[in-house]
């Protein structure tokens, strides 16, 4: 599933270490910049949220039995896509391996800032994470833009008491959603394990109201309001 919608070379350097980083001041004002080389190219102004990728998880047991990280690939939007690639493999060239290990590496290294934007839980306590690790970045033949990468656990986490798990930009600029098809797996979870995924509630009349003021601007809806349209991932352990 391709979303309903990261670069070097003096703009797109700049623009990638703000991108995810949690300041979303600057985050917003590196869209801005991408939204008029969009415009310029024809396409529509960006409304908010800016940026869309569709979420794709595995969430990675040890043989203890205890979760040690989440393995994700994030596929960009055609659009953040584009303009992402601009930049990269010269004149209409294909962008090269090195550049996209480059782009990657960018990438992880500034949303590890945030997280990850992924929230998990284990007995209701929150969990940290270390550095990303296995991370690259491939582009398919319509030049749409996946990142793919470990987000390892500094401890290993139980599932016995129920593990969790949301993907999230707790401002909305971005709007992760889960891929349609097999979203979240597991690998290496002991016999037993179960995992449900628990899609958000429609919202409430008035926060569809903030939301529907903020497009089009460069203002969140709410500082936690990405979480009122995130899936909760549960993963359950005997």
């Known amino acids: 599933m391709?979303?309903?919608?990261?670069?070097?070379?003096?703009?797109?350097?700049?623009?990638?270490?703000?991108?995810?980083?949690?300041?979303?001041?600057?985050?917003?004002?590196a869209l801005v910049i991408a939204a008029g080389v969009l415009a310029g190219a024809g396409a529509p102004a960006l409304a908010h949220p800016h940026v869309f990728v569709a979420v794709k998880s595995v969430i990675v047991f040890a043989p203890d039995g205890r979760v040690t990280g989440v393995r994700h690939s994030w596929t960009f939007d055609d659009m953040y896509s584009a303009f992402a690639l601009q930049g990269l493999g010269g004149r209409g060239g294909k962008p090269s391996q090195q550049e996209l290990d480059a782009l990657a590496k960018v990438n992880v290294e500034q949303l590890e800032e945030t997280s990850y934007f992924t929230f998990v839980r284990a007995g209701g306590k929150r969990i940290e994470f270390g550095p990303a690790t296995d991370y690259r970045t491939t582009v398919d033949a319509k030049q749409i833009l996946t990142l793919h990468f470990m987000a390892p656990l500094k401890e290993p986490a139980s599932a016995g008491r129920a593990f969790t798990m949301q993907v999230y930009d707790p401002t909305y600029y971005v709007a992760f959603d889960l891929e349609k098809t097999n979203p979240i797996t597991m690998a290496s979870a002991p016999a037993g394990c179960s995992l449900n995924v628990i899609q958000p509630a429609p919202l409430a009349q008035e926060y569809?109201?903030?939301?529907?003021?903020?497009?089009?601007?460069?203002?969140?809806?709410?500082?936690?309001?990405?979480?009122?349209?995130?899936?909760?991932?549960?993963?359950?352990?005997?």
């Open 2 to 29: 391709a979303p309903r919608r990261p670069c070097f070379g003096p703009v797109f350097g700049l623009i990638l270490p703000i991108m995810f980083k949690a300041l979303h001041k600057r985050f917003a004002a």
């Open 208 to 238: 569809q109201a903030q939301l529907n003021d903020s497009a089009g601007t460069n203002i969140s809806p709410g500082p936690e309001f990405g979480i009122k349209l995130a899936a909760r991932v549960v993963v359950a352990c005997p």
